[in-house]
């Protein structure tokens, strides 16, 4: 084992250029990161010096870390297949989808008799949106807000002051059940709670992701089974089905989540921790908002300092995306992206380009080398190749 302690950090959506495929999800010329520096003046000096910025300008300037990126390879450009990817899984069979024409009605009166309540939207949108479009209708009706989009999900929405937490949790758990028949089968049902009165309506942090189980063992599994410390930050728990994970943490947001991360390091764990930080996606990539994503970015390269100065000797730190959101495309959807990975540890003595990795899986297989543990399906360890 070289590394007693591997922190692995997801800055969810930060695609850096269109992935080989990209044609096939209609998301030709999308690139998240060359958004925000086309059409912001920021820069990020801490990540940029990781080497960030020179996978987009395909330049290798002097680093202080190894960096590439990675091409996807399962079917999907969304959070669950990126999430399963990394650590081992590639997804063949696309989970359902319900874009063009909302829930079946069969699907839609089985939640309303399994669940006591009445539903309204059925259609795919903004989250944003349609809380402020069916939020007055939702507090006079007591309906709850069911809504999707182009990934495989379905998402309820309600105030929390008039549908308590726990009979949302309830709802979802129920959906939950009910979508893993086939023809209905969802990758995530996702209680999306807000407070707020009509005109400023905000989403909460008490958000709850109840994901499908994975389909086969993940790295985390893995390290789970050889007593290994799988420490999941923000919605990483939720994503793998809470299967591999020894201590969950929740999160508030991008700022609790680094806070979290940095109070983990300055604890003696010997494993992974592997943090997700979602405002990229949720807040930013979703609006297509590229001056929020930038400074939301900003506000990360600020912090990325307290995490590299908290690491040891016998650390790891992998930083990487799970997909792409560009904020400066059509639509409101993921794009199909290439993700970066950037690699840095106080053992190098060198830092420099590594070639592209051909899947997201790399990072989970050099994970499994590290602790020798059972290796995934897919991936190819890296871990000789840093010096």
């Known amino acids: 084992m070289r ?182 089968k969802v990758g995530r049902i996702i209680a999306r709670p807000f407070i707020g009165e009509v005109g400023n309506f905000v989403r909460t942090s008490n958000r709850h992701d109840y994901a499908l189980d994975p389909f086969d063992k993940t790295v985390l599994d893995y390290l789970k089974e050889s007593y290994y410390d799988v420490i999941s930050i923000g919605k990483i728990s939720d994503i793998f089905n809470r299967n591999g994970i020894t201590k969950t943490i929740k999160t508030k947001d991008n700022n609790d989540g680094i806070n979290t991360i940095i109070d983990v390091l300055e604890q003696d764990f010997n494993g992974l921790c592997f943090a997700n930080l979602n405002d990229f996606d949720s807040k930013y990539g979703h609006r297509r908002d590229i001056i929020g994503y930038g400074n939301c970015l900003l506000e990360f390269d600020n912090q990325l300092p307290h995490i590299i100065n908290k690491l040891q000797a016998d650390d790891l730190l992998i930083i990487m995306a799970d997909h792409g959101n560009d904020p400066g495309y059509r639509d409101t959807d993921h794009t199909r992206e290439n993700v970066p990975v950037l690699i840095y540890s106080n053992q190098f003595k060198e830092s420099k380009q590594l070639p592209p990795f051909e899947t997201f899986g790399d990072i989970g297989a050099t994970i499994a080398y590290n602790f020798n543990v059972s290796k995934p399906k897919i991936g190819i360890n890296f871990l000789d190749k840093l010096k």
């Open 3 to 184: 590394f007693k302690r591997i922190i692995l950090i997801i800055l969810d959506s930060l695609g850096v250029g269109e992935a080989k495929d990209a044609n096939l999800y209609n998301d030709i010329g999308a690139n998240t990161l060359g958004s925000i520096y086309k059409h912001t003046n920021l820069t990020f000096p801490n990540i940029e010096k990781m080497g960030l910025k020179n996978i987009i300008n395909n330049q290798d300037n002097v680093t202080s870390a190894y960096y590439t990126y990675a091409k996807p390879i399962s079917i999907g450009k969304d959070t669950l297949t990126g999430h399963l990817e990394i650590m081992g899984l590639e997804t063949t069979k696309p989970f359902k989808t319900f874009t063009d024409n909302g829930f079946p009605k069969s699907l839609v009166s089985a939640l309303e008799e399994s669940t006591g309540h009445k539903f309204i939207g059925n259609c795919s949108a903004s989250g944003t949106q349609i809380i402020e479009d069916l939020g007055p209708r939702h507090i006079e009706t007591k309906e709850l807000i069911l809504y999707t989009s182009a990934d495989s999900v379905m998402q309820i929405a309600a105030h929390e002051e008039v549908i308590p937490l726990e009979e949302l949790y309830r709802v979802c758990e129920i959906a939950r059940k009910l979508t893993l028949k086939d023809e209905w």
